[in-house]
């Protein structure tokens, strides 16, 4: 697909198999996994990986983007994806999802690109409901969610591990009723 998205800063676009060594790079920092599992993954996981993200692109026109500074260097990931996770209960929304290299957390990347994705997908594939999932103890993420839209609606298992589910409702009154 070659849709690319531009900000002031960043470059988004599908991902490609261009972007493996950068993604594996980052997929195999324990920095990085620290609140996603807490494992880095091998090489071998990040070629699958990659070759999902590849691939949920080609069966539904959208999904994880690679994210880069306008200067080429990798900075992440960040999408729109359905994943149909081993939940109980299972998400009935499809999942934001974002990560960021060490080199890019703290200066408003995944805020910037989060924005970016969620208009595009809106534009193209009209509003929805959108889940994200969180390990509790990671404030940043739960504050970037909060400052889109997301609103906790509940604590569930993922391979073993407790996650915060939260939701953005695709019409603003229903996140009121959400919270109340």
Partial sequence: MSVELRTDRLILRPYAIT??????????????????????????QSWYRTLRYLGHWAAFGFGMWAIRDRDGAFVGDVGITDFKR?????LTALEAGWV????????????EALATA?????RTQGAQDIACMIDPPNAPSRRLAAKH???EQRRAHYHGDEVIIFNRPSRPDQASRASS
Avoid: K
Avoid at 21 to 27: E, I, L, P
Avoid at 29 to 39: K, L, Q, T
Avoid at 100 to 111: M, V
């Fill in 19 to 44: 972007d493996y060594d950068d993604s594996a790079a980052m997929w195999g920092d324990a920095e990085v996994v620290r609140y996603i599992g807490n494992v880095p993954a091998t090489r071998e």
């Fill in 100 to 111: 960021l290299a060490p080199h890019a957390q703290g200066r408003g990347y995944a805020t």
């Fill in 149 to 151: 839209g997301f609103v």
């Fill in 118 to 122: 969620i208009a595009w997908f809106e």
């Fill in 86 to 90: 081993d939940l109980d209960p299972p």
